[in-house]
């Protein structure tokens, strides 16, 4: 049994590896002064060159791709594939004489659009995070008394403790996985702005908020979890572990929950590693303390039991949980037009929530021991600040902090086209160059390079020079999205959020693409007007 769960161990990260495709291989042959250059091309999957030299290509390469350059000729070429469920990033591949053997795309200073690591990093922090928060929460913390009992009457050591943990980790890595193999990138990204889905996580995030209110109380059915127990309490080996993990993913089931699916949809669109990512994460910070606990039974003692204390964080939650909730219904909210939840209402709703965390806990703040006065001080001061931070944001300021959650300002000074054509067709009446900012209604870094760059005076001033077609691909009204998001794939070899194009009048492409940062300066240097 221990030999099957160090497989299942083991192919974890072979299974989250093989999610990274990569179906153009580049080869190249010298003859003489010449070099033959290949790319072979997966069955199912059509390249695109974007950009080779002064040569222009507009047609689709299935099979392989052949050509035979001068080595004095030799250029970078860059390329992207696709097949009919999605589109790589655009890569850069240039032929050097030790690279002969396989396929190195290089680093070039002009292509800024590596940012997918920086997304799945934040991914990851953020799973973290949640794990984090959820040791906490009632239904999480009450268990680790019992898990301690489980291994002392077991008699064992820290072989066992390590294994519940990778068990754990192993369970929620799972779900991730799962996720992301039932659905794919292109389910997962519409997963992201659907409304039904995130209508229902909003709803979800609300019920579980009042109940941490106190208005009622969300458990499982106790068969489940006592089933579970007994049998992990009966069941000896690696086995009985597993069992005692999976008790605890039940159990702690009703206040994980939100928490969980709240990541997974904010990891949907990022890509297929996401999920998998953000569970890992979530499922590292949730499972430490229970290892370290049934390694050092001893530090039960000294920590602090359920009480007063518990029923504070609950609320405090909740509160939280009210304000996240708002994401959810603000993307429903602006994929599909209905302006119930303008900007000025998500922000005065921010701030009653975390008015309401401070006011709280300071109600009966004299009436606690003085330790957890200072860890309520400690929660109260931020909350009571950023409460006044986002008043001047009723007024139109733009309160960076909350750029990725709230719906997206308007920028003063800047005319924007919706349309495609009609973008396209006033820059020839103008002849004025073009910047196509394809976005999203459910992306979060769009709302954070919105306000930390395209907000910035000095680049306002530049882009009054510019035509700015604003493309949402995640608009569901009439195909707006499904057209937005084909141009963008079948034009510019590329799928992935914000993603900037700078066009002349007559629509050629004047500079590399330009994807997530959020430094005023660097966009303004890629500027080529």
Not at 174 to 182: N, Y
Not at 374 to 386: H, K, N, T
Not at 476 to 500: C, H, L, T, V, W
Request: hydrophobic residues 50%; glycine residues 8%; contains cysteine.
């Amino acid at each position: 049994m221990k030999r099957l769960f160090f497989i299942l161990l083991a192919c974890v990260p072979l299974m989250v590896t093989a999610q990274m495709v990569q179906p153009v291989k580049w080869t190249g042959e010298e003859v003489g002064d010449s070099v033959r250059l290949k790319a072979a091309i997966e069955p199912g999957w059509h390249m695109n060159i974007i950009e080779f030299g002064e040569r222009e290509y507009d047609e689709e390469f299935t099979d392989s791709f052949v050509v035979t350059l001068a080595k004095t000729d030799l250029t970078p070429i860059r390329y992207n594939a696709c097949d009919d469920k999605m589109c790589t990033a655009p890569e850069v591949w240039e032929y050097t004489s030790h690279a002969a053997s396989g396929n190195e795309p290089i680093k070039n200073s002009k292509l800024k659009i590596q940012n997918g690591d920086r997304s799945l990093w934040l991914i990851f922090l953020l799973g973290l995070l949640g794990g984090l928060l959820a040791i906490f929460t009632p239904c999480v913390w009450p268990i680790i008394p019992m898990t301690v009992s489980f291994f002392l009457k077991k008699g064992g050591g820290k072989r066992d403790a390590i294994l519940y943990g990778l068990s754990i980790i192993v369970l929620y890595v799972g779900l991730g996985l799962l996720v992301t193999l039932l659905f794919g990138a292109s389910a997962l990204n519409d997963l992201s702005t659907n409304a039904v889905v995130n209508i229902f996580f909003f709803l979800l995030l609300v019920v579980f908020a009042l109940s941490f209110f106190g208005l009622f109380e969300i458990t499982l059915p106790d068969s489940w979890s006592t089933a579970l127990d007994n049998k992990a309490r009966s069941t000896g080996g690696f086995l009985s572990i597993l069992l005692m993990a999976f008790t605890l993913v039940i159990v702690s089931f009703s206040c994980t929950g939100p928490i969980i699916g709240t990541l997974l949809v904010e990891a949907a669109g990022k890509s297929l590693l996401a999920p998998t990512l953000g569970m890992l994460g979530f499922a590292i910070a949730l499972a430490l303390p229970f290892s370290l606990f049934a390694m050092f039974p001893q530090w039960l003692k000294q920590a602090p039991k359920s009480g007063d204390w518990m029923t504070s964080f609950k609320v405090t939650l909740a509160f939280l949980e009210l304000a996240l909730s708002l994401k959810f219904l603000s993307v429903a909210d602006m994929a599909y037009g209905w302006d119930i939840l303008p900007r000025w209402l998500f922000i005065a709703i921010w701030i009653v929530c975390f008015l309401g965390i401070g006011i709280y806990l300071i109600w009966d703040i004299w009436s606690v021991s003085t330790p957890r006065k200072i860890i309520r001080a400690i929660v109260i001061i931020p909350s009571l600040a950023f409460a006044f931070y986002l008043v001047p944001g009723l007024r139109g300021a733009p309160v960076k902090a909350i750029s990725a959650f709230a719906p997206p300002m308007e920028i003063e000074g800047r005319v924007v086209f919706n349309d495609y054509e009609e973008g396209m067709a006033f820059a020839r009446q103008t002849g004025k160059p073009v910047i196509i900012d394809f976005t999203g209604y459910g992306c979060v870094n769009c709302r954070k390079m919105e306000a930390y760059v395209l907000d910035d005076d000095s680049v306002k001033t530049r882009l009054q020079n510019y035509v700015f077609i604003e493309l949402f691909v995640d608009d569901k009204r009439d195909g707006i999205g499904d057209k937005n998001s084909a141009i963008q794939r079948e034009q510019f070899g590329s799928n992935a959020q914000p993603f900037y194009v700078q066009l002349d009048p007559y629509g050629q492409q004047v500079a590399d693409p330009m994807a997530f940062t959020t430094d005023p300066m660097e966009f303004i240097e890629w500027l080529a007007y």
